[in-house]
């Protein structure tokens, strides 16, 4: 069954001291057979909305957990903010990724991690077993130009003519003239 939850407001903006340069957010990447820019913009909160990410050391520790976890899977961290009652994550994941899997995952990750180093603090807050509330934000974030879709087109254009004149000319590629 499926519940409908309210949603903060779709317009919500990262905070203006946590945008990342346009060069990050336009940065094509490309693996083995895609290329992309897929860009989110995640807020979560801890459970009960507590105040718990305010400590300096606790602050430290999660950004060190959220930038390693996503370092050692490939990800791009393009800015993180920790505030007292919330995170903003901005991060670059290849398409292939669910949204979904990658909350999970570092949601799931520094709890247990956090826990590990700041039981008493997790006690004191009165936490139980989770970290955080099971809920969070995302929407995608990025620009693409009319100009970037054009060139892009124009190269795969002139690769896909190269690769015919290849199979058309298989003994080897263009003789260089002059040398």
Known sequence: MRTTIPMPNPHIEMPQHINPSEEKMDT???EAHTTYNVNYHIVTIPKYRRQILRHANFKEVLDQIIRGQS???GWQVLAF???PDHIHLFI????KIPVAYVVKLLKGNSSIQLRRVFPNLIKQYNLGEHLWAKGYFVSTAGYISEDKVKRYIDEQMRHARMHEWNLQHPRGKQKRLGG
């Open 28 to 30: 094509i990447r490309t």
């Open 71 to 73: 370092e050692a899977r």
């Open 81 to 83: 903010e920790i505030q």
């Open 92 to 95: 670059s994941v290849p398409p």
